[in-house]
């Protein structure tokens, strides 16, 4: 049924369709809407079986959804931000343990300075946690992935972050198919858990493994994670056999039929790209796009298979791993080892900071005429306010913090141009 919806409200009616059991809800900005609706549709009666349950934090929502879980329940929670770094320790016991959560995740910058923004510092910082991270670019798409990760989740036993970008998708208004409730049902079956606590058949969860088989039990992990690529395949290819539209999946390529230069990206920020390819394209530019869907377990041969046409890939990303630059760009480089393909790693859209066509189509046009470094290049960076803030570290060895400095030289620059503040 089609309606216009936040994003939120539609992610939010996307779960209940997948019929959980327990929902683990603790507020933290911009994911609080989804479970705000979540609770009321458990109010209204439209979730009969479900049982709300209102925590302490995030890292008591991670950790009731793993008792949950192990009971043989279908559990769902939501955070962002500090709210996922505050339940890390829980975040590796849930995919340790092998338990089929699934959790939005509204991306969101992290701190510190504090930034309630969007970027994608937070799912991304988790990489190594053991979770599946499916990247949704539209907020019908972030509807669709909730539905397809019950059902990976299941199949494998493992978690599931589906990520959607904070306030871009979770606050805006737009027209959403929100699926039927047998539909969902048809594609989603009942949960069967592969592992639940049982007292007439006990055992123990979460032991203690010592030298002689911890290598055993994280190349299982890794080997189990590996084997979930086709599951997500097949979870996106019965889903549009089903509902009629493609979502979802591993890569997905736009006007890469004769692309020089490619661009590589994940989440919403594909849409302004993929609209300033189009402009480029008019003029003759010979520019594609390649829209990561599943960031992990990194799908190397699909991006491969997308990329090995190109002259020159940028990957574009909303995170940078500091001291290294984009962590995105070094999976790229290892899909794309042996090739004769140019790779160059942007940090675009940091703190919300808003990408627009003119600087992308600006940056597109410097690397079709290979004028790109091959330093990481930050997107739209203000050289004269950083240049600032070097000589004033240069100055003076008490300098104070940075972020409030660097408000202070953005007031002052203000002031000078009798601006208001």
Known sequence: MLKQLEGSQGVAQAVALCRPDVVCAYPISPQTHIVENL???CRKGVLETCEYINVESEF???????????????AYTATASQGLLYMVEAVYNA????????MTVANRAIGSPINIWNDHSDSMSQRDSGWIQLFAETNQEACDLHIQAFRIAEEMSLPVMVCMDGFVLTHAFERMDIPEQSEVDAYLPPYEPRQELDPDHPYSI???????????VRWLAHRRMLDAIPAIEA????????FGRASGGLVSEYRMEDAEVAVL????MLGTIKDTVDEMREKGAKIGVVSLKCYRPFPYEAVRRALQRARTVLVMERMVSVGTGGALELDVMKALRGLPIEEKSVIAGLGGRAVTRASLAALFEKALRGELGDETHFLDLDRELVEKELERERSGRHIGPVAEALNRHVAERHLARGEEI
């Open 39 to 41: 609770g009321l549709l």
């Open 60 to 74: 008591a929502a991670m950790s009731v959804a793993i008792g949950a879980a192990a009971a043989g329940g279908r």
């Open 95 to 102: 995919s340790g343990l092998g338990l089929p959560i699934v």
């Open 206 to 216: 979460g032991a203690m493994v010592g030298p002689e088989a911890f290598t055993e």
């Open 235 to 242: 979870a996106s290819r019965e889903f549009e056999a089903r």
């Open 265 to 268: 990206a994940m989440g919403s």
